[in-house]
C-alpha cells in the first residue's frame, strides 16, 4: 500500500478520520507504513523531525549525507495532506524537480502531486507540488497567499547561500509567514539565529535536528602519492567502489584514460558490464572512449558529457559494476551512487575568478559520499598531496635508498610548485576535517521583477506594497549596509516604473494612495526566457517574404538565450585563427593584428537590429532591465554550414563539452517551438523546427522526451509508453525514442545539410574533406576517395570557374529524391544534388543514395556517392 491508497482509506470514512486526527496518529501510521513498505526503520533523528513536523514545529534537518532526509521529506508531506492542506517541495534543479514529482506519484498518486517548472505545468493545483525555489520565490511574491501553501519542504538549503539564486531561498521564509518550513541539507552550519528567526516570523518552534553521527563514519588520510598508485591500493584491500574528484572535466578524463592500464575488474566483470550495458548506443568522439573505460570498469561523470552517458554511468555505478569513477562534483547531486571511497585529487579549485582552498562546505558536501550504508561499515577519504610534492618525496626516497646503510643521501633537486599555484597540505585536510560548514550567507537582490510583482498582487494601498518591501529588504540577513543598497535600488526601480507610466498612483473616495500596474503580467515572467516577449515583438519587424525570415528568427530566439559559454569561446577562438591567417596573407603587421583581433569574437547575427528594438522595448517594458540579450549563432551557424551534432562538435573541438552543445540545442528547439507563434512559422521556418527537434531526439532523447512527457495530459503513461525498458539485467536507459525516418520532413533536411557540406567542400575543392565524409559510413572498397572527387571534378572546373554555394545553391529544386516503390523496395532513396554553376546550366551534380537501415541506425542520413559528373539524361 503506498501512502495515497493510505489516505484514500483514512479519508474515505464517514465517521472521524481516527488515528490520522492526531500528531501521534499521524506519526505512527507513517512510521508503521515505512517498515511495510519500505522495510526501513526511523532512525532517531527522522522520528525527531517526522514528530516534529506533526506537532506543527518548523523544523532544520542538518544531517549528514545517508541519514534518510527524502524519508522525513515524505513524512512531511504525509503529515499535511492528511490534515488537508497544502505542501510544496523545493529543490535546486529542474532535473531533481522532476525526478522527485515522479517519486511522489508513485507513493502518493498522480491525482495528489503537481509540477511546475516553468518550462511546463502539470497539475498546478495538487495538493502536493514540486518546483524550483525560483518558482516558489515568485509565487510567493505575486500571491499574498501563496497559492494557499501552508507547508514548505526546501531541501539542498544550503543554496540559500549561493550568489546568484539564494535570494529565491531566502524569499518564501520573509513573506510565507503562515507556513510550516522543512529546510534540509547536510551541510547548513551553525543555523541558531535562523531558527529563532524562522520562530519569530512563523510563531511557530523550531526545532533544530543537528549532530547527527552518520551511520557510516568516515575516516581521512593524506597521502603522498600519484593517484593510480592510490587506485591499485584501493582494489587490493577491496575499498571500492572509488570516487576520483577533480575540479577540471579534461583532468578528470585523462585520469580515467590513464588508469585503463591498470586491470581493474577481471574477465568475468567485463562480461557482466558488457551484459548490463547491451545494444547502448554509443556515438563516435567520447563516446568511443566511454565505451572503452566502463568496458573496463571505470566511470566517466562531469557535466559536459552527453545525458545518457552520464545516466549510463551512474546505473552501472549503482549496480557496483563500476569499480572506479573519475569525474568532478558533480556526481551525487540528487541520485543515490554507492561510494566506498572519495579520493580528491585536490584540496584547490577554480571558482570561475580565481584558484581557492576548498570552503568546508564544499569539502563536507563532497566527503559525504563517500561510505555506502546497508554496504558498508566505515567510508575513506583520502586526499592527495600536490604532484610536484609527490615527485619531489619519491625523488628524495629514491636518493636516499640509494645511498642505503644509514648514510646520508645526496641532495635532490625538487620542483617547484607551478606559477600561481594555490598550495594545500596535510594540515589544509584536518582543518578542513575540523570544520563545520560556513554560516549561511544572505544573498538577496531586489529586482525589476520583485517591485513588480509586489505591486501587482493586486490594486492596493501604497503603504501595503512599501510594508512588503520593507520585509523583502530590511527583514532580510545581511548588514545595514547592504538593506539601505537595496532600499535605493528598490525605490530607483519603482521611479523608472512610474515615469515608464507601468505603475500608477491614484488615490480613492477616501484619499487612500492606491497603486496599480497599467500592464498584465506575463506568468512566470521572472523566469525562464524572460525575454520571450521581446522575441514576439522583435519578430514582427521581420519580412516573411525575406530569404532570411527562417534564420532571422531563430538569431531572435537564440539571442534570448543564455549563452552557451564553451561554444562561444571556440567560435571565437576559430574567427581569430582565421582572422590572423587572413591577415599574414595580407602582410598586416604583428601590432596591428594584435589591435584588429580585439574586435573579433562569435558571430552576433542581427545584433544592430536587436539592440535598438531592444532600447525601444525597454521604454514600454522596463522591468527587462534585469535581463541582457546575447545575440549569437549557435543554431543559425550550423543551418549555415549544413553542420549535425557530430559535424559542430568535430568542427569546434568540442568533444568534452558535448553535453553542453546538446542542452543548447535542446533549450532553442524547445524556445522556439514554444515562442514563435503558429502564425509566424513559414513552411522553411517549421522545416527547421523539425530538423533541430529530431537532431537532438538523435543524439540522446532524453532530453525532449522529458519535456513532452512532463507537457503530456498523462506523464505517467507518456513516460511509460516511450520505451527503453531492456528488461532482464540490462542497463534502462533509452535509445533514440523513435526512427530517425519517423519524420520524413526532419530527415529530408538532414539530408539537404548532408549533400550540402558536399557541394560546399567541392566549391572550395576541399578533397580531403569530400574523402572523410564518405569514409565516415564507408563498409567496402568502391567509394570516393580523395582521388575519385579531384579526377571527377575536373572536368567540372574546365568547364567552369567556380560552384556557387548561395543560398540559391540550397535550394530545393536543386535536390531531387526518389522515394519510389523500387527504391524502397532496395532499401534506399535515390538522390541527385545539382551543382548551382555561373551559366545556370544545372548540367553537373552528385548522384548515390542514402542507405535506409543504416540511417535509421547511425540516427542521421547515410549517403553513398555513386557518380559525380554530367547528367546523362
Not at 513588480?452 to 503603504?463: D, K, M, Q
Not at 523583502?472 to 545581511?478: A, G, M, R
Not at 484619499?511 to 506568468?523: D, F, I, K, S, Y
Not at 544534388?833 to 548522384?847: N, R, T
Amino acid at each position: 500500500m503506498n501512502l495515497g491508497q493510505l489516505l484514500d482509506d483514512y479519508q474515505g470514512r464517514d465517521q472521524d478520520p481516527g488515528e490520522l486526527g492526531t500528531p501521534d496518529g499521524v506519526f505512527a501510521a507513517f512510521e508503521e507504513w515505512a517498515w511495510e513498505a519500505k522495510a526501513l526503520r526511523l532512525y532517531p533523528a527522522q522520528e525527531e523531525a517526522v514528530l516534529g513536523i506533526a506537532l506543527g514545529s518548523n523544523v532544520i534537518l542538518a544531517t549528514p549525507t545517508g541519514t534518510g532526509k527524502s524519508l522525513v521529506a515524505l513524512g512531511a508531506h504525509f503529515t499535511a495532506v492528511a490534515a488537508g492542506q497544502r505542501t510544496v517541495y523545493t529543490a535546486p534543479i529542474k532535473a531533481l524537480v522532476s525526478e522527485k514529482f515522479f517519486d511522489l506519484v508513485d507513493v502518493f498518486g498522480a491525482e495528489r502531486v503537481g509540477m511546475v517548472t516553468g518550462d511546463t505545468s502539470i497539475n498546478p493545483e495538487a495538493p502536493i507540488l514540486c518546483c524550483t525555489a525560483e518558482i516558489l520565490a515568485n509565487l510567493a511574491i505575486r500571491d499574498p497567499e501563496a497559492g494557499g501553501i501552508t507547508q514548505v519542504v526546501m531541501d539542498e538549503f544550503h543554496f540559500y547561500a549561493e550568489p546568484e539564486r539564494g535570494w529565491a531561498w531566502q524569499v518564501p521564509l520573509l513573506l510565507m509567514r503562515n507556513a510550516q518550513f522543512l529546510l534540509m541539507s547536510a551541510t547548513l552550519g551553525d543555523v541558531t539565529d535562523l531558527a529563532a528567526d524562522l520562530s519569530r516570523r512563523t510563531g511557530r518552534d523550531t526545532a533544530l535536528v543537528t549532530g547527527v553521527e552518520r551511520p557510516v563514519p568516515l575516516h581521512f588520510e593524506y597521502r603522498t602519492a600519484h593517484a593510480h598508485e592510490v587506485v591499485e591500493a584501493l582494489l587490493e584491500d577491496r575499498q571500492v567502489p572509488a570516487y576520483l574528484v577533480h575540479f577540471n572535466q579534461s583532468h578528470a578524463i585523462e585520469q580515467a584514460q590513464a588508469l585503463a592500464s591498470i586491470r581493474i575488474v577481471d574477465r568475468a566483470g567485463r562480461d557482466e558490464i558488457a551484459e548490463a550495458i547491451g545494444e547502448f548506443k554509443f556515438s563516435t568522439g567520447f563516446g568511443n572512449t566511454l565505451s572503452r573505460l566502463v568496458r573496463s570498469g571505470i566511470g566517466v561523470h562531469h557535466a559536459g558529457m552527453l545525458p545518457r552517458y552520464r545516466r549510463l554511468v551512474e546505473q552501472l555505478a549503482q549496480r557496483g559494476l563500476l569499480r572506479v569513477i573519475c569525474g568532478t562534483d558533480t556526481l551525487g547531486v540528487g541520485i543515490n551512487v554507492p561510494i566506498r571511497t572519495v579520493v580528491l585529487t585536490a584540496l584547490t579549485k577554480f571558482d570561475g575568478e580565481k584558484m581557492r582552498r576548498l570552503s568546508a562546505r564544499e569539502f563536507h558536501q563532497i566527503a559525504g559520499r563517500a561510505g555506502r550504508a546497508g554496504f558498508d561499515t566505515e567510508g575513506d577519504v583520502i586526499a592527495l598531496a600536490p604532484e610536484h610534492e609527490i615527485e619531489n618525496a619519491k625523488a628524495t626516497a629514491k636518493a636516499e635508498a640509494k645511498a642505503g646503510g644509514g648514510k646520508k643521501a645526496k641532495p635532490v633537486k625538487k620542483k617547484s610548485a607551478p606559477q600561481g599555484f594555490v598550495a594545500w597540505s596535510e594540515a589544509t585536510l584536518d582543518k578542513l576535517v575540523a570544520s563545520q560548514p560556513e554560516a549561511l550567507v544572505s544573498r538577496m537582490r531586489v529586482t525589476h521583477a520583485m517591485v513588480l510583482g509586489v505591486i501587482g498582487r493586486g490594486e492596493h494601498r501604497e503603504g501595503e506594497a512599501l510594508d512588503t518591501m520593507r520585509t523583502l529588504v530590511f527583514d532580510t540577513h545581511e548588514p545595514r549596509a547592504t538593506q539601505f543598497a537595496h532600499a535605493r535600488k528598490a525605490i530607483e526601480i519603482f521611479r523608472t516604473l512610474r515615469n515608464g507610466g507601468i505603475v500608477e498612483v491614484h488615490e480613492d473616495a477616501r484619499g487612500h494612495r492606491l497603486l496599480r500596474l497599467t500592464v498584465e503580467l506575463q506568468a512566470n515572467f521572472a523566469l525562464n526566457q524572460p525575454l520571450s516577449p521581446f522575441a514576439l515583438a522583435a519578430i514582427e519587424l521581420l519580412d516573411p517574404e525575406s530569404e532570411s525570415y527562417p534564420l532571422d528568427v531563430i538569431s531572435i530566439i537564440e539571442a534570448t538565450l543564455e549563452d552557451p559559454r564553451a561554444i562561444l569561446r571556440a567560435q571565437e577562438h576559430k574567427a581569430r585563427g582565421e582572422a590572423v591567417a587572413a591577415m599574414k596573407a595580407d602582410g598586416v603587421e604583428y601590432e596591428e593584428r594584435m589591435e584588429l583581433l580585439e574586435a573579433v569574437t562569435h558571430p552576433m547575427p542581427l545584433k544592430e537590429l536587436l539592440d535598438e528594438a531592444f532600447h525601444e522595448y525597454l521604454k514600454e517594458v522596463p522591468w527587462a532591465r534585469d535581463y541582457e540579450l546575447r545575440p549569437k549563432s549557435v543554431v543559425r551557424d550550423m543551418i549555415e554550414r549544413a553542420f549535425g551534432f557530430r559535424d559542430v562538435v568535430s568542427f569546434y573541438q568540442l568533444s568534452r563539452a558535448e553535453g553542453g552543445v546538446l542542452r543548447y540545442l535542446s533549450d532553442a528547439y524547445r524556445a522556439i517551438e514554444r515562442t514563435v507563434p503558429e502564425q509566424a512559422k513559414t513552411p522553411e521556418l517549421e522545416e527547421l523546427i523539425d530538423w533541430l527537434g529530431e537532431l537532438v531526439r538523435q543524439v540522446d532523447s532524453s532530453l525532449i522526451d522529458e519535456w513532452e512527457e512532463l507537457a503530456s495530459p498523462d506523464p505517467e503513461a507518456h513516460r511509460a509508453a516511450r520505451g527503453g525498458e531492456h528488461g532482464g539485467d540490462r542497463i534502462d536507459v533509452p535509445s533514440p525514442a523513435r526512427s530517425v525516418l519517423a519524420n520524413q520532413r526532419a530527415f529530408t533536411v538532414m539530408l539537404r545539410n548532408s549533400l550540402f557540406r558536399r557541394v560546399q567542400a567541392a566549391a572550395f575543392e576541399r578533397y580531403d574533406v569530400l574523402a572523410e565524409l564518405e569514409s565516415a559510413h564507408a563498409t567496402g572498397p568502391g567509394g570516393f576517395n580523395e582521388q575519385r572527387w579531384r579526377d571527377a571534378l575536373a572536368g567540372y572546373f574546365t568547364e567552369y570557374d567556380e560552384i556557387l554555394v548561395t543560398a540559391d545553391a540550397r535550394a530545393e529544386r536543386l535536390l531531387d529524391i526518389d522515394r519510389g516503390a523500387e527504391a524502397v523496395a532496395a532499401g534506399v532513396w535515390r538522390f541527385r544534388q545539382v551543382l548551382l554553376d555561373p551559366a545556370g546550366d544545372h548540367d553537373w551534380g552528385i548522384e548515390g543514395t542514402v542507405d535506409l537501415a543504416a540511417s535509421e541506425a547511425e540516427g542521421e542520413p547515410v549517403v553513398r556517392v555513386e557518380r559525380v559528373g554530367p547528367f546523362r539524361d
